[in-house]
Structure formats: structure tokens, C-alpha cells
């Protein structure tokens, strides 16, 4: 294909329509429906801002030559570079924070599911590695060039030194992917531990471990990446790069949406989808929320009400009785 940006407009659009899409309806759902509006929810609540800028940003360097073949372009735009290069750098950081907002969102989530002190730790722990791998990156590219103007105009500084892309690229590549393994791998034994039949198993996983669909198209970023470091067709590779970077920003949304999308459906099946119609799959909001260990009905409900009960009948307040309230019982998968 001589130039991608056809394509590029359309597959990017596409995919950003249907991450709002799925935004809108987790706000409606969770907010209006079931009246459940917790911290995960105001976090995707944000990207409604933030991957709008993130779309700004991919539309800029379409509208100023990424997608074409380099030989075309300084041909064409040779004055183009210099906006390609700006824009680059300021995509670096508002990816990595983009990256960081998304895998949020599933982790906040991940607070609803248990409040056993194992699981706790450790999701308390991923976030802790993500905050930290986050900022790590953005002192990387705030150091990759000294100084960093160099990096956008290379020729005002022959003497600059600049980091090698292996390193730029790949360890927040490497940082980024494996959060997204333990993003995976996290709910994983707390599901399997459900007493519930084997297919009614399988679906609660289907519906709680969609994340892994960024792993997918992480390795995909990946072949990206190599291209886009080694090829001499920077502006043609770049085309690519806003292609593979939407997708990964979208269908990481949509993934972190899967809950909610469950739930609405579940609502628009029953007629629940009118505000404060579906309050009776939620209970009281003065409780974390864990998951309900349900043998009779086949059901994942997050019911509070079991927890403060459960607690009450112990005398023992667990760790995550501490932590902010979000929802108190969000049907996943009923019978």
C-alpha cells in the first residue's frame, strides 16, 4: 500500500468509537442504572478527556505525513519532520500515561472481587510496581537526550547524546507487558476457587480476564516496535505504530469495560436500564466488596452484605474494610 493514512483514519476511528461507546455505557449502567458508581468507574470516567487527547495526537501526525513512504514525504513536507518528531515526544509520555490510566481501571476493579489479605498484597503490590514502572518511564524519555531538544531537532546539536532506541523502546515495552501479565494472571485462582459448574466457571473467566487481549496485541506492538526501529521508512512505520497503538488503547478499554458491558446487558434484558432500576443487584455501599462464593444458583455476585455480615459474625474487620467503598453487588453472570 503506497499510503496508510486512508486506512488509518478509518480503522483509528472506528476503534475510538467503540471505546466510548463502551465508556458511555458503563457510566449509564453503574451510575444511573445500579446506582454503583465506584473508583474504577471514575477512572474510565476520565479517559472520556484523556483518550480524546490520545485521538488528537494520532490525527496530528496523520494530518502531517505519517502513513506516507519517507521518499514521498521529503519530497512533499520536508518542513514536516521537525512537527512528526515534536509530536512523537509528546506521544512517548501521553502513551505511557494512557497506559497507566487503562491498567488502573482494571486494577481499581480488581478491589471488588476479594478481600482476603493474599490477594490484597499482591494487588496492592501490582500497583505499587505499576506507579513506580510509570514514573520510571517518564524519566527515561525525559532523559533520553541531553539536551532533550535534540530529540526533535537533532541538527541544532550534532554533539547531543541520545539513548539507543533498543532501550527507549523496549524496556517500557517489557515494563508495560508485564503488568499486563499480572493483570492476567491475577483473578485467575480467586475465580477458578468459585464452586460453581465447570461451563458457569469458564464464562466469569471469559468476562473478568478479557485484559489478556492486551498481551495479544502487546506482541503485536512488539513486531511493531522492531520495524519501527530498524526500518528507513520512519514516516510509512509510523503509520503503522498509530494503527497498532490505537488498537491497543481501545480494545484495552473495552476489555476493562467487560464487567459493566455484563451487567448492561443483563439490565437491558430485564428492563433495568431506567435510573435506579437495577439497585436490586446492589446492596449496601458500607462494605468492600468480595465475591460470593455461590454453590446454588450458578451465580459471581460482589455482595457487601455477605462481607459485613461474614465480618459482624467474626468480629474481625479485614484489611479492605478500610479501603474506599465502590459497589456492593454487581451480577456478572447469572443462571
Not at 501490582?126 to 533520553?144: D, K, N, P
Request: aromatic letters at 14%; a neutral charge.
Amino acid at each position: 500500500m503506497e499510503d496508510l493514512r486512508t486506512l488509518s483514519y478509518f480503522i483509528i476511528s472506528l476503534l475510538y468509537l467503540l471505546a466510548m461507546a463502551t465508556i458511555g455505557m458503563r457510566i449509564w449502567v453503574r451510575g444511573f442504572s445500579m446506582n454503583s458508581f465506584g473508583w474504577d468507574d471514575w477512572a474510565m470516567s476520565s479517559l472520556l478527556v484523556f483518550f480524546t487527547g490520545q485521538q488528537a495526537i494520532l490525527y496530528f501526525f496523520l494530518q502531517y505525513g505519517a502513513g506516507m513512504h519517507i521518499t514521498q514525504f521529503m519530497t512533499e513536507h520536508p518542513e514536516w519532520m521537525a512537527l512528526l518528531l515534536k509530536g512523537l515526544l509528546l506521544e512517548e509520555f501521553w502513551y505511557v500515561f494512557m497506559q497507566f490510566a487503562v491498567k488502573m481501571c482494571f486494577l481499581l476493579f480488581f478491589f471488588r472481587l476479594s478481600s482476603t489479605p493474599l490477594f490484597l498484597q499482591l494487588l496492592w503490590a501490582i500497583v505499587g510496581f505499576h506507579v513506580a514502572s510509570t514514573l520510571a518511564i517518564w524519566l527515561l524519555y525525559a532523559l533520553q537526550c541531553r539536551p532533550l531538544k535534540a530529540f526533535y531537532a537533532p541538527e541544532l546539536y550534532p554533539d547531543a547524546q541520545c539513548l539507543s532506541t533498543n532501550i527507549t523502546y523496549f524496556v517500557p515495552y517489557s515494563l508495560n507487558l508485564f503488568v499486563d501479565v499480572c493483570i492476567l494472571a491475577l483473578p485467575l485462582p480467586t475465580i477458578w476457587a468459585l464452586q460453581m459448574p465447570f461451563k458457569r466457571r469458564m464464562a466469569v473467566l471469559v468476562v473478568l480476564t478479557t485484559g489478556g487481549s492486551a498481551v495479544l496485541i502487546s506482541g503485536l506492538r512488539a513486531i511493531i516496535l522492531i520495524e519501527f526501529s530498524r526500518s528507513p521508512d520512519f514516516t510509512y512505520s509510523l503509520g503503522k505504530m498509530i494503527i497498532i497503538s490505537s488498537a491497543e488503547m481501545s480494545i484495552g478499554i473495552i476489555a476493562a469495560n467487560m464487567p459493566a458491558l455484563k451487567a448492561f446487558w443483563s439490565c437491558w434484558r430485564e428492563d433495568k436500564l431506567g435510573a435506579g432500576k437495577a439497585t436490586d443487584l446492589t446492596g449496601s455501599q458500607n462494605a468492600a466488596p468480595i465475591i460470593s462464593k455461590l454453590s446454588n444458583d450458578g451465580a459471581i455476585e460482589l455482595n457487601s452484605n455477605f462481607t459485613a455480615s461474614r465480618n459482624a459474625a467474626k468480629g474481625d474487620v479485614g484489611y479492605s474494610e478500610r479501603l474506599p467503598s465502590t459497589e456492593s453487588e454487581e451480577q456478572l453472570c447469572e443462571t
